[in-house]
């Protein structure tokens, strides 16, 4: 499960938008959201990381990176960073 650092996320409406962005790329993917983390995790999801991210950032989220798969392994994806530079 692809897990994202999603720094501007403050209340429900933050959770909400994140969670209608994604299911609009993936419709069956589980979205949970820890805003004491800033975190966002998806599971059952067949979606790109990649386009999860640009997903999130289109919603108007800065989403900063990729902390592991179902594995927990690093994602091995470039993660965008907010001045948008790129890190592997």
Known sequence: MPTFEVKDM???ECVSAITEAVKAVDKHAEVKVDLTTNRVSIDQTHA?????INAMQAAGYTT?????DAAGSPAGIPIPHSDGSFSA
């Open 10 to 12: 403050r209340n429900g």
């Open 48 to 52: 790109d990381p990649a386009i999860l």
């Open 64 to 68: 900063l990176g990729v902390y592991a």
